[in-house]
């Protein structure tokens, strides 16, 4: 089967390291077939904020254009995907699609990082124990899911949630069954697995295994090597093995 990922970053997100090429050059040797860039969306932010964890606007033409070349030099060997990990903010979505329309995009995925504005104490991955905030999370999931403009769900189980278990399966059971209708794949998260987060989460993907979801890994790429790392791909397929999940991997965005 053809191996495809869609989740690979770059240096303009401040986070990682290795040029474009050398993620090519990285997959190739792995047998990846289909490579998707995936870096963090610029967001048209209008207060003047900041990010340090995602592009600007102004570095958006040189991103796309950068992976164009390579798309092209490339043919043949790999196919190369154009896309981004975008949040779902309600108020500043429609002028990012705007923005992006600019561009030739295949695809965008969905990375909920933050639940409403992008602040350091609305980080989903920052462990709480409210039952509204991880309410307030799968229902700006669903919302985004449902705009249709996703290609999938990345690492879903970011949440951070240390309260009730019974309350987390019963968000997550409602979240899963949200992409099930929608027929948006789950990402199993490899960085998350392989740096020993709190994600992959057990508790969420017992609820995925149940409702039937359909599962995708993402390598969630920061350094070159790690599309050639063969161990930690095979550990995320043993851990859907885990809870009888079969991972589709070669998974098409279209």
Known sequence: MERANYHTHTPRCMHAI????????????????ILGFSDHSPQPYTDGFVSTIRMTM?????????LLRLREEYAGKIDIKIGFEAEYIPNLFEPLMKELEKYPVDYLILG???????????????????????????????????????????HPDL????????????????????????????????????????????????QAAKVGNHVIIGYDA?????????????????YAKRFGIEVDEGYRIY
């Not at 474009?20 to 997959?27: C, D, F, K, L, P």
């Not at 102004?58 to 950068?66: F, G, L, S, V």
């Not at 920061?222 to 043993?238: F, M, N, R, T, W």
């Open 18 to 33: 290795g040029s474009e090429r050398e993620y090519v050059e990285s997959a190739i040797q792995a047998g990846i077939k």
């Open 58 to 66: 102004e570095q958006t033409p040189e991103y796309i254009e950068t």
């Open 222 to 238: 920061h350094q070159p090597q790690v599309l050639s790392d063969e161990a930690g791909y095979q550990a995320c397929k043993d």
């Open 112 to 154: 909920q990082h933050f639940v409403g504005e992008e602040t350091p104490s609305k980080y989903s991955g920052r462990i709480h124990d409210e039952p509204e905030w991880l309410k307030e999370y799968v229902d700006v999931v669903i919302e985004g899911l449902k705009t249709g403009a996703f290609a999938y769900l990345a």
């Open 159 to 206: 949440i951070h949630f240390g309260g009730d278990k019974e309350y987390y399966a019963e968000q997550m059971t409602r979240l899963c069954e949200a992409c099930k209708k929608l027929n948006i794949p789950l990402e199993i998260n490899r960085l998350g697995l392989c740096e020993g987060r709190h994600y992959p989460t057990d508790l969420f993907w017992q």
